[in-house]
């Protein structure tokens, strides 16, 4: 608990609270104005959706800061709101699936492109692109997150546990790629490499991956199919090649339950590097010219 939200707002109100007490000049007379206020002029409000409701609407108007909450945030209302278990198995849910990740690192602000969003926001939004094998604009991701919960019902409580080994496994990655000393998997090196590159669109075929649908595909064959889209993203760039479509370019690579008949997952990704319509994959000639 010690870097939650909750401990970080405990801390910041006790602070605050010994700071007024200690420069009161009756110490008394504060001590009591302070109790009055707190148990007879604070207001604590919970306010329960239903899936049809504008959540994003609804806390930005009651939020005198006018702060909007992140899609991370109304994701995390909606499965908790949906969760199918008593009090107590959704404060566990949530304590064991959900608490780490409003934890600093995950709040943390993250720039790709020109776009900012909290790094949980950015990591939701590969893991559902990823799930649902689609491409669609984070700004969509909380509606694309409440379709995907209504409209294929999946377990919450199944559910939970597949985001929090997810998100343990994205983090995992990047903090891996961002250390500067140690070992590094080929899942980091190719996240140090493409991210050098300030592109993020790759991370969901990291996370799709290592999803369970792909655990028998041997880690020789994803450690080439890594190689192969690092050697496409980097002879590209050493040929300053357009980047426009770029973002789709991973699409023929998740074949999902159709993988089994079109060969290798590597075999599947050389073709397709070869064959996707965004350009085309720099060889020979064209990098070493430019190397030179």
Known sequence: MASSRLAEAHQFFSQSIATRLDNAPTLDVAGKLLVDAVSGQLEIVSIRLDATEDAQAIFET????????????????????????????????????????????????????????????WFLWHWLRARLLEDFPIRELFQQFKDYVTSKRPDIEVLLPEIKAAADRYRFVIEGAQASTGPLTRAQWFSYRVGTLDSEIMRPLLIWLDEQPQAD???????????????????RAIVKAPSQGANHTDHGLRPGDR?????????????????CPVDRWEFGGTSRAFAR
């Open 259 to 275: 993988l089994p008949h079109r060969g290798r997952i590597e075999d599947v990704t050389y073709h397709h590097l070869n064959t």
């Open 62 to 121: 009651l939020n005198a800061r006018g702060e909007p909450l992140s899609a991370a945030d109304l994701i995390k209302n909606f499965i908790f709101q949906n969760h199918p278990g008593t009090e107590d198995q959704v404060e566990g849910a949530y304590l064991a699936n959900w608490a780490e990740l409003e934890t600093p690192w995950w709040v943390t602000a993250v720039t790709s492109g020109r776009v900012t969003h909290p790094r949980a926001s």
């Open 217 to 235: 595909v041997p880690a020789a064959d994803k450690d080439r199919v890594l190689r192969l889209l690092e050697s496409w993203f980097v002879r």
